[in-house]
């Protein structure tokens, strides 16, 4: 049966009132729901403090600030910190935030929560001196009501303690503190529950599509209170396109849920696809009276999708591959701390590359990412753990697994089921427990829960020992068996499991570093065997060719070949989309972060980026690597990734090194070059007409700098982004590939450097200063605006080098 579905996480508005309501209903005094931005304005104290929950504490000699915050990112790299080089080698610890607020006399008599998307980790949460509960998962989104305990109309205090001190605790680089968005939310005493709408589409064609829609309200007015519930569909032009509804509550309600459930019926619906992210938008009101008692907005994006065991992955009956990646939750050298314009730079690079997939390893995303994983068309598995009652970490989820793993799971599934763009959840990544008979008990419990929640999504685990022992697998209750790794496998997967479905959820884990490069090119060296002496390399760099793997893993290309070839094989995750901080393999200290990313840290494409792009997408791709800057006479392997011809043909200063044509399944093509400096060029062509044209220039000294920003309008809110590449040039225009120089950056107008980087995974600086060493040439500064709108200009200085300057306007 395929597995259709629904839509994005309701409530994402504050409920302001519609000046004229669809349906039938009249206007109010006063907005029935209210979402506000609770980010601002938090004093922070890194270290622990007795009794900084009380109202009367002296918290003005804290430090002032906005959320998200992340305050370990702000730390200093040591191998001695708990966290160790595998946790990013930067410090945890405990620390407290305080807000003093208001809420207005005016809200008496209504509810009002706090909300939080996320906090790492182990956090308890205080109003006016009362404790209001704890939540050791750091991933999770949670709530608590404040109302029995506000001062309507006076001073309120709220405390917040994180402890992040017992490490390790991660594989990766966790962060620390309220690193995601919080709300405050008010609502009348009836109203629709947290998470309250269930959206599905059970029934999808191109004449209609049916959507049901549940919905529980709750009341806790004290009294008898009936109303009626109702619902409209919009499409994304703002035209209504369907109504329901009208459904009256049961007499006699009174301190009790109220649930109830519609279908819609959409003529010609736009189906939501990869390519066309079509978002409609569901809004129910309660209506009490004449009176709008709440509304609450739910995205819909209709589309039906299915895994099948022997043809794959199916999206509104189109046959297609899922071409994902597993990304962390960090966002570079802005840490842990979420901000939506950098996922959506993140999202828009590996769209550009092909990409459609995102695996959320290993834990439950930002709200923000599943958002704009539905509005730019991303197919997503939401995954919910690393661990289950076994360590990976000495200190990590284990400990709290048996206590917490139903509510947890419970709350990711009602926060995120309304993602059109969520198509798979995952309850596990290489849990060790595949081999133990708890696996046995375990899975099916996890899978019921899910199930009992959302049955419309089929359920994985990732597993790196997918053999016939594997008792996850056996126990019967996932819908896709997932492997990591095991490449050679694929082909035998139905020898192995007759009848199942397959989907690799972690592939590859090939190394490179951006800018590096070895010779010769045409080996696979596998790290840590042996394949010359010492595997370590100068800067603990890796050589940028696609043929340094793990034991464990493949290169790209290799991974790419087998997975292309079979009908069955429904798509795959690769390790990973970005390098991240922390598990520094193939190295350990002084390395800090991973080398396993088709994009550097700083966000910058390593050249296997363009394997992918040349394989899929239909734009024209001709892409030539190494750099070409070598000493006299050196034999240098020169690839070239390219699509859409029949041949290229590489020339060295006017003289043809010879055409090449990919055959069998190659993709790639080589010429091993005696090294001479010049122009490096290559002539795509396709029947015998050029397709592209692709050079390169042997570079001369550093003599300028570059300044280009990704985006020269940013919003001043105090939150949007421009990133601004910064470029070590000859004084003929060309990157020199291996500059280091120091850079040094000054900004003017309404804005701050929210972080520098340059992508070297062994970079000690700080991400939090002004300046940035160039690394193979290039390096990254991140312009966050403030408030107020304006002209801002980032200059850039180099010793011997004239200064560089560029200029952003925020409105």
């Known amino acids: 049966m395929p597995f259709n579905k629904l839509s994005t996480n309701a409530g994402r508005l504050l409920g302001l009132l519609f000046i004229s309501i669809l349906l039938s209903s009249k206007g109010f005094a006063q907005p029935s729901r209210q979402k506000l931005d609770f980010d601002k304005g ?24 906005d ?34 607020f208001t809420v207005p006399a005016a809200s008496k008599g209504k509810l009002v929560y706090i909300d939080f998307d996320g906090v790492y980790q182990k956090s308890d949460v205080w109003i006016n001196g009362h404790h209001l509960g704890f939540r050791p998962n750091g991933y999770i989104s949670f709530r608590y009501q404040l109302t029995p305990y506000l001062n309507f109309g006076g001073k309120n205090v709220i405390a917040i303690k994180v402890d992040n001190s017992v490490q390790p605790n991660s594989r990766w680089y966790s962060g620390s503190g309220i690193y995601r968005n919080v709300w405050l939310v008010t609502t009348n005493k009836v109203a629709i529950d947290h998470w309250g709408t269930y959206v599905t589409t059970p029934q999808v064609s191109d004449a209609s599509a049916t959507v049901n829609l549940k919905v529980k309200v709750k009341n806790t007015a004290g009294a008898n209170e009936p109303f009626t519930i109702k619902t409209a569909v919009y499409d994304a032009s703002g035209k209504v396109v369907a109504t329901g509804g009208n459904i009256p509550s049961n007499s006699n309600l009174k301190d009790t849920v109220f649930e109830s459930a519609t279908d819609l019926v959409i003529k010609t619906p736009q189906l939501w696809s990869v390519e066309n992210p079509y978002l409609y938008k569901i809004v129910t009101q309660v209506v009490k009276g004449k009176s709008v008692v709440d509304e609450y907005t739910t995205p819909l994006g209709i589309r ?41 730079r993140q999202l828009e690079i590996l769209k550009a590359m092909g990409c459609n997939g995102i695996r959320t390893s290993h834990n439950p995303p930002a709200p923000e990412l599943l958002d704009l994983c539905d509005k730019m068309g991303f197919i997503v598995m939401d995954e919910a753990f690393d661990c289950w009652e076994w360590k990976k970490a000495k200190y990590d989820y284990h400990l709290f697994f048996k206590e917490w793993h139903k509510r947890d799971l419970e709350d990711q599934i009602l926060r995120d089921r309304n993602h059109p763009s969520v198509m798979i959840w995952s309850i596990g990544n290489e849990i060790p427990q595949q081999s133990d008979t708890s696996a046995l008990r375990i899975t099916p419990e996890l899978a019921g829960i899910v199930h009992s929640l959302d049955n419309t999504r089929p359920i994985t685990t990732a597993n790196n020992d997918p053999g016939k022992n594997n008792k996850i697998i056996s126990s019967g209750a996932i819908d896709l068996v997932g492997y990591n790794y095991h490449e050679g496998e694929y082909a035998a997967f139905h020898d192995r ?41 100068p ?94 006479g050196k034999t240098v392997d020169v690839w070239a990734y390219y699509n859409n011809a029949d041949e290229v043909e590489l020339f ?39 397709v592209l044209t692709s ?69 000690h600086d700080s991400f939090k200063v002004n300046y940035r060493k160039a690394f193979h040439g290039l390096a990254l500064a991140i312009v966050k605006a403030k408030e107020k709108a304006g002209n801002i200009t980032i200059t850039a200085t180099s010793a011997g080098l004239p200064s560089a300057s560029i200029t952003i306007k925020s409105k």
């Open 539 to 632: 800067g603990n760099n890796v050589s940028a060719y696609d043929n340094v793997r793990p034991p464990w893993g493949s290169t790209h290309e290799a991974t790419w070949k087998v997975m292309k070839k079979h009908d069955f094989l429904s798509g795959m995750f690769i390790w990973t989309g970005f390098d991240y901080l922390g598990e520094p393999t193939p190295y350990s200290w002084p390395s800090r972060s991973s080398y396993f990313g088709i994009m550097d840290l700083a966000g910058f494409p390593k050249d296997v980026y363009y394997m992918y792009q040349s394989e899929w997408t239909n734009k024209p791709v001709l892409h030539i690597f190494p750099h070409w800057n070598w000493e006299a």
């Open 42 to 65: 938090w004093q922070f104290h890194l270290g622990d403090v007795k009794n900084a929950q009380l109202k009367t504490t002296n918290d003005a000699a804290w430090r002032t600030l």
């Open 652 to 690: 060295l200063n006017g003289k043809s090194l010879g055409i090449k044509k990919k055959t069998g399944d190659d993709l790639h093509v080589m010429w091993r070059v005696k090294y001479e400096p010049g122009t490096l060029k290559a002539v795509s062509r396709k029947g015998g007409n050029v």
């Open 67 to 100: 959320l998200p915050h992340d305050w370990s990112i702000e730390g200093k790299f040591s191998k001695d910190n708990p966290a160790t080089p595998e946790g990013g080698a930067l410090p945890g610890g405990i620390g407290w935030y305080r807000k003093t």
């Open 304 to 344: 039906y999708f299915n895994f099948d065991a022997d043809k794959g992955f199916s999206l509104n009956g189109k046959p297609m591959k899922i071409l994902g990646v597993c990304n962390h939750h960090d966002l570079g050298s802005l840490g842990a701390a979420i901000n939506t314009r950098a996922l959506q």
């Open 497 to 537: 499991y007759p009848g199942k479905k397959f989907i690799a959820t972690e592939t590859t884990s090939g190394l490179e570093t951006r800018g590096y490069y070895e010779m010769p090119s045409d080996s696979i060296r596998i790290w840590p065997e042996r394949w010359d002496k010492p595997f370590v390399r």
């Open 695 to 763: 050079e390169l220039h042997t570079a001369g000294a550093p003599a300028k700098i570059e300044l280009l920003a990704d985006r020269k309008l940013i919003n001043a809110d105090g939150k949007d982004l421009s990133f601004v590449t910064v470029k070590i040039m000859d004084k003929d225009g060309n990157v020199v590939p291996n500059a280091e120089n120091l850079v040094n950056f000054k900004i003017n107008g309404e804005a701050v450097i929210a972080s520098v980087d340059n992508g070297d995974p062994v970079s």
